[in-house]
């Protein structure tokens, strides 16, 4: 699910972009990630979870990983994108041609 990890341009820390643009829906996340990590806070436009690092967790897929190990950030990385590949947590891109619309309730 993650292509890239680089160092943080705003603080000591390693981002991780996703593959391919996806959406968030960082309630779902929660729900789902809370069984394995500590949910630090979720401020609606990011979810901060802790499990092996702190990982800041926004709406469009990129993870802000506390760390400055880039294998501890690989595995946590992956470890989140396991824990969320194929839930209803992670929502096409709205922006991209083959998005499908939202069903409304």
Do not use: F
Request: charged share 30%; with cysteine; aromatic share 2%.
């Amino acid at each position: 699910m993650y292509l890239l990890l680089k160092p943080c341009k705003t603080t000591a820390a390693i981002e991780a972009i996703p593959r391919n643009r996806l959406v968030l829906d960082l309630d779902r996340c929660e729900e789902i990630l809370k069984i394995s990590c500590t949910i630090v806070a979720n401020a609606g436009i990011m979810l901060i979870v802790s499990d092996r690092c702190e990982v800041s967790i926004h709406k469009d897929g990129r993870l802000i990983l506390k760390t400055n190990d880039t294998d501890l950030a690989g595995d946590q990385a992956g470890r989140i994108a396991g824990w969320l590949e194929g839930t209803e947590a992670i929502q096409k891109d709205r922006s991209s041609g083959k998005a499908g619309q939202r069903s409304r309730r």
